[in-house]
């Protein structure tokens, strides 16, 4: 257990709202990272982060933004879902020291 | 649970069997390489890595085996139960990609008993 929790686990929503998944760790890591997962894409990064309010774009950023304004959260902000942002997001943290990342249960996102 | 691959490959077991997965990585420059495991309704989880100083490392029942010539890496499973059934990633870490890591789309192994 990497003590990581994803917030909320299920939504459906209508395109056009605002979304946010959070995610929490409890480990003081500095590296968080947001991933999208579709059948045929393997994981794809959106966004990552190096600390607090430091933070870069990954390979699928357009539509998305993020904010970390404590070491502990990371909350990934659609601003306006589409139906094309359905999918099941993972949110990772990386190991101190090391290459690895540690994942997130998934948050899986419909949108209408 | 949730589907994470519609059409990927499939490598199908039988229990006991060893099983080898395989992995064709994009970049000759990079460096570090991990294996995840996932199952459904489930996050990924971390099996084992190899630096790309090294063409073999051993866990516990498993084997990563990296051969940079061909740009290839391989799992190898020995003793496959049934909880080895999942979705197998790998993933390519380097200079290219910012020292971030890229995963590969997965291989679905099931173990029949």
């Known amino acids: 257990d990497a003590g990581i929790t994803q917030s909320p686990r299920h939504k459906v929503t209508e395109t056009g709202t605002p979304v946010t998944l959070r995610c929490h760790q409890t480990?003081?890591?500095?590296?968080m990272y947001w991933y999208r997962q579709d059948p045929g894409h393997g994981l794809r990064l959106i966004h990552y982060?190096?600390?607090?309010?430091?933070?870069d774009k990954g390979e699928v950023s357009d539509g998305y933004s993020v904010s970390r304004s404590k070491t502990e959260d990371f909350l990934l902000t659609l601003e306006s879902a589409t139906s094309s942002q359905t999918s099941v997001y993972f949110c990772?943290?990386?190991?101190?020291?090391?290459?690895?990342?540690?994942f997130g249960e998934g948050s899986r996102l419909t949108v209408l | 649970g949730e589907s994470v691959g519609l059409h990927l490959p499939t490598l199908s077991v039988q229990e006991g069997d060893n099983s080898i997965i395989n992995c064709a990585y994009s970049?000759?420059?990079?460096?570090?390489f991990i294996w995840y495991k996932q199952e459904s309704g489930k996050g990924p989880q971390f099996i084992i890595d190899?630096?790309?100083?090294?063409d073999k490392r051993q866990g516990q029942r498993v084997t990563v085996l990296l051969n940079k010539t061909v740009k290839h890496l391989s799992l190898q499973i020995a003793a496959t139960q049934p909880g080895d059934s999942a979705v197998y990633f790998c993933?390519?870490?380097?200079?290219?990609?910012?020292?971030?890591?890229?995963f590969g789309a997965g291989t679905i192994l099931r173990v029949k008993s």
């Open positions: 190899i630096r790309s100083n090294m």
């Open positions: 480990e003081n890591h500095r590296y």
């Open positions: 990772a943290i990386r190991g101190a020291g090391t290459g690895e990342l540690f």
């Open positions: 982060s190096y600390g607090v309010k430091d933070t």
């Open positions: 993933a390519e870490s380097g200079r290219e990609y910012g020292n971030k890591l890229v």
């Open positions: 970049n000759s420059a990079s460096d570090y």
